[in-house]
């Protein structure tokens, strides 16, 4: 409902509650998600007000019988398919729904508390993350597995400004993290919750059991999609458990919870970081290539091919100046420590940007053969 409208709609709506006896505290409840729903929020103080006014000034309706609780409507397809799209769904687009949570994984000082800050600041901010549109909305930062100063100096590192709508707590949870939590929300209007990490909010006794997992993070989760807000969970993944989706310690309680799962890993024998996403709806991240781009905020580098035959490069002209003769691309293929078909795209990139001459015709008997350019500074 839009400004001007917001006061005459929500009292109308408080009295078709009163009218059809519905309990006040459950009327009192979808008159505060409606509120929350106008553009902007209509203050959550007068939206009681309008609820006690209409349950003090009428009466219900007389019915013969009288339902014991509240219960929701059934939309049918008709409305399904008329309802106006939401430009407020996603707080990030295509990757985090509001009243939805996700799942940062990463092995331990691979990046992913990194990455979660960069994109608290970006939603702060309003800026394009990752090539993706945020939704300009206050942050909180919980950091439950660092100090403040470890935090702060991350924040920092990203050029955090004193106007910046993020709030952080660092140290650990009160027990009743869930009312904290909720109670810290509302004063300050947040969107986003990053929760760095899962296992010290919940302190799991067994993460691998999908029942307790459930039925500890359930009342948060109930919460946030009360409230449209995203919760989002760092998470450790196994120290010997791959590289793959599944590699997040008790993977099947938390992919099964999350709409969005974030799988964040280094290439070996590198300092690249690859991102990838398994998503409920949205669009998926593919195996993604980030880095730090000239600004100093984290964005893509490209896909993961990509940066794999870009190091592949100073692999095969190691390999070509320790050769006498030139070698030919079987040769080449056989030299280089990597999957042959990354060999052969370098080779042609070479050729592309001239770091590489090649001779012979390329047929029986007169191969191709390479060598490092001359042009290509040693």
Same mark, same amino acid.
């Given at each position: 409902?839009?400004?001007?409208?917001?006061?005459?709609?929500?009292?109308?709506?408080?009295?078709?509650?009163?009218?059809?006896?519905?309990?006040?505290?459950?009327?009192?409840?979808?008159?505060?998600?409606?509120?929350?729903?106008?553009?902007?929020?209509?203050?959550?103080?007068?939206?009681?007000?309008?609820?006690?006014?209409?349950?003090?000034?009428?009466?219900?309706?007389?019915?013969?019988?009288?339902?014991?609780?509240?219960?929701?409507?059934?939309?049918?397809?008709?409305?399904?398919?008329?309802?106006?799209?939401?430009?407020?769904?996603?707080?990030?687009?295509?990757?985090?729904?509001?009243?939805?949570?996700?799942?940062?994984?990463?092995?331990?000082?691979?990046?992913?508390?990194?990455?979660?800050?960069?994109?608290?600041?970006?939603?702060?901010?309003?800026?394009?993350?990752?090539?993706?549109?945020?939704?300009?909305?206050?942050?909180?930062?919980?950091?439950?597995?660092?100090?403040?100063?470890?935090?702060?100096?991350?924040?920092?590192?990203?050029? %955090?400004? *004193?106007?910046? &709508?993020?709030? $952080?707590?660092?140290?650990?949870?009160?027990?009743? /993290?869930? @009312?904290?939590?909720?109670?810290?929300?509302?004063?300050?209007?947040?969107?986003?919750?990053?929760?760095?990490?899962?296992?010290?909010?919940?302190?799991?006794?067994?993460?691998?059991?999908?029942?307790?997992?459930?039925?500890?993070?359930?009342?948060?989760?109930?919460?946030?999609?009360?409230?449209?807000?995203?919760?989002?969970?760092?998470?450790?993944?196994?120290?010997?458990?791959?590289?793959?989706?599944?590699?997040?310690?008790?993977?099947?309680?938390?992919?099964?919870?999350?709409?969005?799962?974030?799988?964040?890993?280094? %290439?070996? *024998?590198?300092? &690249?970081?690859? $991102?990838?996403?398994?998503?409920?709806?949205?669009? /998926?991240? @593919?195996?993604?290539?980030?880095?730090?781009?000239?600004?100093?905020?984290?964005?893509?580098?490209?896909?993961?091919?990509?940066?794999?035959?870009?190091?592949?490069?100073?692999?095969?002209?190691?390999?070509?100046?320790?050769?006498?003769?030139?070698?030919?691309?079987?040769?080449?293929?056989?030299?280089?420590?990597?999957?042959?078909?990354?060999?052969?795209?370098?080779?042609?990139?070479?050729?592309?940007?001239?770091?590489?001459?090649?001779?012979?015709?390329?047929?029986?008997?007169?191969?191709?053969?390479?060598?490092?350019?001359?042009?290509?500074?040693?």
């Amino acid at each position: 409902v839009p400004e001007g409208q917001r006061d005459s709609t929500l009292f109308r709506l408080a009295c078709k509650l009163r009218n059809a006896d519905v309990p006040q505290e459950i009327a009192e409840r979808l008159i505060l998600e409606s509120a929350s729903n106008c553009r902007p929020p209509f203050p959550e103080s007068i939206a009681r007000e309008k609820v006690a006014r209409a349950y003090a000034t009428y009466a219900p309706k007389q019915t013969t019988t009288k339902q014991a609780e509240f219960w929701p409507e059934l939309i049918s397809a008709k409305d399904l398919l008329a309802l106006p799209p939401d430009p407020t769904r996603w707080v990030w687009d295509q990757t985090l729904p509001l009243g939805g949570c996700s799942v940062l994984v990463a092995k331990p000082k691979i990046g992913k508390s990194t990455l979660a800050v960069n994109l608290a600041i970006a939603v702060a901010r309003g800026l394009k993350f990752l090539g993706r549109d945020t939704q300009q909305n206050p942050v909180a930062y919980l950091s439950l597995d660092a100090s403040l100063p470890e935090i702060a100096e991350v924040f920092t590192t990203f050029g %955090l400004k *004193e106007y910046d &709508q993020i709030f $952080l707590h660092a140290g650990a949870a009160p027990k009743d /993290n869930v @009312g904290w939590i909720m109670q810290r929300v509302k004063e300050n209007l947040v969107r986003l919750v990053i929760i760095d990490t899962l296992q010290k909010l919940f302190r799991f006794e067994n993460v691998n059991d999908y029942s307790q997992v459930i039925n500890i993070m359930e009342p948060l989760l109930d919460a946030a999609r009360e409230q449209k807000i995203h919760l989002l969970f760092t998470h450790h993944a196994k120290k010997d458990g791959g590289d793959d989706l599944d590699s997040a310690i008790g993977s099947t309680a938390v992919r099964g919870l999350a709409y969005t799962y974030l799988h964040l890993k280094r %290439l070996p *024998e590198s300092e &690249q970081r690859i $991102l990838r996403s398994d998503q409920r709806g949205g669009k /998926n991240f @593919g195996e993604t290539a980030i880095g730090f781009n000239k600004d100093g905020f984290i964005d893509i580098q490209g896909t993961r091919e990509e940066v794999e035959i870009d190091l592949c490069i100073p692999k095969i002209i190691e390999a070509l100046q320790a050769e006498e003769t030139d070698p030919t691309e079987r040769e080449i293929r056989r030299m280089v420590p990597v999957r042959g078909i990354l060999v052969s795209k370098a080779i042609r990139k070479m050729l592309r940007t001239e770091e590489l001459t090649r001779t012979g015709e390329g047929k029986k008997g007169s191969a191709f053969r390479y060598s490092v350019s001359f042009s290509f500074p040693l």
